[in-house]
């Protein structure tokens, strides 16, 4: 375990002094993490990509403030589910500019998938998913995408959220519960 600690205390070190090396190291161990945390609180593939992009161009502006004592990842997860906040709020304007897009854009987008029929079921059903979990509120989503899609413990997730164990576990069951409903509905 003190390798990859090593490692890690390495390249923030080479970040910091603004070696591309650095933080190359850093989102190759971090990015599908944060991509992860980002596409379960947004359901979106595309939005995904975006947050993490900007979880990660705000990491590195604010890597001289981060605390080795502290967990790498947990930092980076908290700084994601900000800007998943943050991505929230400007939805709207998004989407707004999104339709205003001329027609003669979508002409030049071509279906790559080799079996059309399954790939729109599997797409469908991935989409579904991801937009049930990104429905549910925030106060359960986070704690289930920390503990169920990036393994930490309950302790770690409590620690990035700010609140006991003990309202981890219970927001991880009433998540739970909630996707079972919506999932029979």
């Excluded at 979880?55 to 998943?84: E, G, M, Q, T």
């Excluded at 797409?123 to 998913?129: D, F, K, M, N, P």
């Excluded at 959220?161 to 739970?176: D, P």
Aim: proline share 4%; charged share 25%; with cysteine.
């Amino acid at each position: 375990m003190a390798g990859p600690e090593l490692d890690e205390a390495a390249a923030v070190a080479a970040a910091l002094a603004g070696r591309q090396a650095g933080f190359t190291a850093l989102m190759d161990a971090h990015r599908d993490a944060v991509f992860r945390m980002a596409r379960g609180h947004l359901g979106n593939e595309a939005d995904a990509l975006d947050v993490t992009q900007e979880s990660f161009v705000a990491a590195f502006l604010a890597l001289h403030r981060y605390d080795p004592a502290r967990p790498l990842r947990a930092w980076i997860l908290r700084i994601a589910l900000n800007k998943c906040h943050d991505w929230a709020r400007r939805r709207k304007v998004r989407r707004f500019f999104a339709f205003a897009l001329p027609l003669e854009h979508a002409a030049h987008v071509a279906d790559a998938g080799h079996d059309p029929e399954q790939a729109l079921a599997s797409r469908h059903e991935v989409s579904r998913i991801h937009a049930t979990i990104a429905a549910l509120p925030d106060a359960l989503k986070e704690p289930l995408l920390l503990c169920a899609l990036e393994g930490l413990s309950q302790e770690e997730a409590a620690a990035i959220l700010g609140i006991s164990r003990k309202a981890v576990e219970t927001r991880i069951y009433r998540a739970r519960q909630k996707l079972s409903h919506l999932a029979e509905g």
